[in-house]
């Protein structure tokens, strides 16, 4: 996806609006204020591979002011500086050449970690621990389960899922602590996992051009965007921690 422009003009356009950014966005949000308190809006965020800078707008509005990103792909800087953000290059596979000496309070890094391999993936999360603050919070969100791979994955350039024993190990290896984890969309899940093996039985058949896929990411329309947002909302309420979804949703903290 890190090339394609169309792609990143779709998520600009729409992940402001659309129930999976906005409950994505409300999580961050929530494990923010519950691990730092709701009146502490001086923290220093970053957002690693933050694409359009729908997140740090997202907390700008919630009040938080000091805040930064970085991105491999130019077409994703220069959206997010359409919104007026703070976001330079930076390289997931380089962390530590971003800002050097640079500390933060929140590192959070969404839907991006899946380009990189099993040792780059512990490496980004040991430099992430370098340059986080006492008390600091790491927070991932990430593609999970190999079943839900659909066309989705193959338009953004996704080829692979995760499973949470995994980055129990990755965590472990970069010294770093998993202090909440949940999947999502619970509730969602089996029309989600039902369209996307509809959608591979159909990539199987070659009834879809694999050359030629947009992404998921569509809003859906006021209605049904809004009950879908509903939905997933309200699960988060009833199961705090939920055994199968989507996505793996993650804070970690430094080990003691």
């Known amino acids: 996806m890190i090339g394609n422009k169309l792609e990143y003009q779709r998520m600009y356009e ?15 949000l929530n494990n923010i204020k519950k691990h730092f308190g709701a009146e502490n809006l001086n923290l220093r965020i970053l957002d690693a591979a933050c694409g359009t800078g729908g997140l740090l707008s997202f907390l ?10 970085f991105d491999y792909s130019q077409h994703a800087i220069d959206f997010s500086r359409d919104r007026n953000l703070n976001v330079s290059f930076g390289d997931l596979k380089n962390v530590d ?3 050097p000496g640079e500390t933060f309070d929140v590192i959070s890094c969404n839907d991006a970690l899946y380009f ?10 040991n430099a992430f621990k370098k340059k986080l603050n006492n008390n600091g919070l790491i927070i991932i ?16 350039g996704s080829f692979r899922r995760f499973e949470l024993s995994q980055f129990e190990h990755y965590a472990k290896a970069a010294g770093l602590s998993i202090k909440c984890n949940t999947y999502w969309p619970f509730a969602l ?5 039902a369209v996307r093996q509809w ?18 990411v569509k809003f859906p329309g006021a209605i ?14 009833i199961i705090r921690k939920a055994p199968f979804g989507s996505s793996l949703f993650m804070t970690m903290t430094s080990k003691k």
């Not at 990189?116 to 999360?125: F, N």
């Not at 969100?141 to 953004?156: C, K, L, P, Q």
């Not at 899940?189 to 996992?193: C, F, M, R, T």
């Not at 039985?201 to 694999?210: A, E, G, L, P, S």
């Open 14 to 28: 729409v992940e402001r609006a659309l129930w999976w950014y906005q409950v994505l966005h409300g999580k961050v």
């Open 189 to 193: 899940s089996l029309p989600i996992l």
């Open 60 to 69: 700008r509005d919630a009040g938080y002011g000091n805040l930064t990103g």
């Open 224 to 237: 049904i965007n809004s009950i879908l947002r509903a939905i997933t909302k309200t699960e988060q309420f």
């Open 97 to 99: 050449a971003f800002q």
């Open 116 to 125: 990189l391999s099993d040792e780059e993936i512990i490496r980004a999360l």
């Open 141 to 156: 969100n990430i593609h999970a389960f190999e079943a839900f791979s659909g066309t989705h994955d193959i338009a953004v």
């Open 199 to 216: 959608q591979n039985y159909q990539i199987r058949k070659q009834k879809i051009d694999v050359q030629h896929l947009d992404s998921d």
